[in-house]
Every structure is written in C-alpha cells, then in structure tokens.
C-alpha cells in the first residue's frame, strides 16, 4: 500500500526557513514526481511545486518561485520542500503527494493521487 | 488571476444526490479533477480526467462536465460523505490550481 509520512510540525519565527520530510512506501519511489501543496487556515487548497523524482526536474508556482526548494534523496525514498523567509501568512499545513500524469493529444494533465497526512507550519514570533 | 468557483456549501439529506459545481473560463477542453478532504485528514483523490473513479471510490461518485462548468455528483449520499471537496485543474500555462472548495453537509 502506498504511504506518504510527513515530518512534524514546526514552530518557526519569522524570516526563518522551514524543512518538511515526506518519505514514501510501497511504490517505486523514482517512478513518480511528488508535489507539494499547502492549505492556510480558511483557505484553499495551493500548489507550491513539483518534481520529478526520476530526472530531478522541477517546476516552481510562480508565487513561491524565489523562496521554495523541493528535492529529494532517493536512497532513502524521501522528497523534501524547504521554504525560506517565513512569514506570518506561511503558516499552513503543507502536504505532499505523490503525482501522476495524464497525456492527451494537446495536453499533459498533472495530479495527484496518494497524499501525506500533512505538517503544521506555524510562524509566529 | 484565473480561478476555480465553487459553492461555499451543499445540503443534502441521506440518501439525496448532492451535486457540487466547479466552474472556470478555462474549463472548456480541460480535464477536472475532484478531491475529498474529511476533517483533520489530507485530500483523498474521487474522480480524475473529468469522470474517472478510481477504484477505491465506491460507485457512488460520479464527475461530468460542459463547457465552463464541471459537476461532481454524489448519488445516495452518506453520512460519511460529509467533507469538504475540491476541484482541481490547470490554468491556460498548464499551472496547477484548485477551487476554493464546497462543505457537504448530509443530515
């Protein structure tokens, strides 16, 4: 069965950075791209990025582009998302999820299918 | 910036079919996918490529589309159905976004 676990949760004070864990279990882990995505109180879902764990690509959303970096250490099946400069609008529980690819003729659709449980990220000073 | 509208809420009674709309200007020709997230617990995937199930799911959930509008639907809801669901897609860049969710209430 597959399984993500995350990392627990932070406490961080503003300006810091923050390193989530998310080890995967029951797949191939270099078979599949993992994305991050975090939901803010009240808020909605917000995808952050993706990588490809295969070939290490990666692809940032622009909002978080200058401050998230996503990687991952294949020998030990896990993926990594580390946001720097941290505000108080950061804080968030932050999920990872193991991504799949559907391709059409025009089109490639990425989503994704198993989730972690998610890690609490509160910044406070 | 383009985004994904849904209804803060439905109310369905045991049984009822709940029908939870997500619509976007982009939507025309694009896959949807649908999301269930119970309280305290992350997202668990319902319907992919617009009316997919994948096979976990029971047969109730269903996903269709037309035009700027996509519809997940829930025939003979349950009571442990009662969560928030969100629509997922991309924008015209092929960046992922999500709705802002529904709350499905079944009492």
């Known amino acids: 069965q597959v399984h993500l676990v995350q990392s627990g949760a932070e406490v961080k004070k503003p300006g810091a950075s923050v390193k989530v864990s998310c080890k995967a279990s029951g797949y191939s882990f270099s078979s599949y791209p993992i994305h991050w995505v975090r939901q803010a109180p009240g808020q909605r879902l917000e995808w952050m990025g993706w990588i490809n764990v295969g070939n290490g690509n990666r692809k940032y959303s622009q909002k978080f582009q200058d401050r998230v970096t996503i990687t991952t250490d294949t020998s030990a099946s896990t993926a990594y998302m580390e946001l720097s400069s941290l505000r108080s609008e950061d804080t968030a529980i932050y999920y990872c999820?193991?991504?799949?690819?559907?391709?059409?003729?025009?089109?490639?659709?990425?989503?994704?299918?198993?989730w972690g449980r998610g890690t609490t990220v509160t910044v406070s000073s | 910036s383009y985004e994904l509208t849904q209804p803060p809420s439905v109310s369905v009674s045991p049984g009822q079919t709940a029908r939870i709309t997500c619509s976007g200007d982009a939507l025309p020709g694009k896959y949807v996918y649908w999301y269930q997230q119970k309280s305290g617990q992350g997202p668990v995937l319902v319907i992919y490529?617009?009316?997919k199930r994948p096979s976990e799911i029971p047969g109730r959930f269903s996903g269709s589309g037309s035009g700027t509008m996509a519809t997940l639907t829930v025939s003979g809801a349950q009571v442990e159905d009662e969560a928030d669901y969100y629509c997922?897609?991309?924008?015209?860049?092929?960046?992922?976004?999500f709705g802002g969710g529904t709350k499905l209430t079944v009492l």
């Open positions: 490529d617009d009316t």
């Open positions: 999820a193991r991504g799949l690819t559907t391709v059409t003729v025009s089109e490639y659709y990425f989503y994704m299918d198993v």
């Open positions: 997922y897609s991309t924008d015209s860049s092929e960046n992922p976004l």
